[in-house]
């Protein structure tokens, strides 16, 4: 599975950003697909994860309610709308497909996206 991240970029404090998860391959709807964010110097950090179906979703602390991720197996595309963004939520944010437990850790996916920068100004 070949994942490409897009919708990254620049946004105000309190603005929006829908960021995409492009996945190639015809078992898209077999993975967890989840969003992890990372800053230099620190850990890579878990965001959100949606199971195959899209019925059950998991988030990092505090996110649930200004984030939410969604997928769509007909288009192979997992999202990650984030609302009421603050400056620290900047990040580069990666998408990741696996099949694995404990999908609030990198060790349960198998593949990654390149990133894609988020920058929210204050």
């Known amino acids: 599975v070949q994942l490409q991240a897009s919708g990254g970029g620049l946004v105000q404090a309190g603005g929006s950003l829908r960021l995409s998860c492009a996945a190639s391959?015809?078992?898209?709807?077999?993975?967890?697909m989840g969003w992890f964010r990372q800053v230099p110097g620190k850990e890579r950090e878990f965001v959100a994860a949606?199971?195959?179906?899209?019925?059950?979703?998991w988030y990092g602390d505090s996110l649930k309610g200004r984030f939410a991720i969604s997928r769509d197996n007909a288009k192979n595309t997992a999202y990650l709308q984030m609302n009421s963004l603050k400056p620290e939520d900047t990040a580069v944010y990666y998408c990741?497909?696996?099949?694995?437990?404990?999908?609030?850790?990198?060790?349960?996916?198998?593949?990654w996206g390149q990133g894609t920068l988020v920058t929210v100004s204050s």
């Open positions: 949606i199971n195959y179906s899209g019925g059950r979703t």
């Open positions: 990741a497909a696996g099949r694995g437990f404990a999908v609030a850790t990198v060790r349960a996916y198998d593949y």
């Open positions: 391959g015809r078992s898209f709807s077999t993975y967890i």
